[in-house]
């Protein structure tokens, strides 16, 4: 009997070992708002926060656009690089929030 993998897609299945490691990690969901308006979409972010994810979304991270438009802005990676700079350095010296 095979085993049953928590997910069959690899980011989520890194993200799911580096938060089971302790790993630092941040993410930024690139969503539309019909997408953010499924009830499980809140508490996703709840649960990744409550685990020690840094979450990049609303008015620190990536803002929704509505469905089929794209977001008016270009995807804010300076964010999300910032982030990881931060979360590099914290590390670096012994720090994890």
Known sequence: MRPIPLTDRFV???AAEAIGKGTPLAVMPCVNTAYVRHPQFEQSIAVLRG???RVLYGEDGFTP???GRGGAEPYPWSLA???VD???RD???GRRD
Do not use: K, N
């Open 12 to 14: 989520v299945g890194v």
């Open 65 to 67: 656009h509505p469905p």
């Open 91 to 93: 590390t670096a010296q």
């Open 51 to 53: 685990a020690g994810v």
């Open 86 to 88: 931060d979360l590099v």
């Open 81 to 83: 690089l910032d982030a």
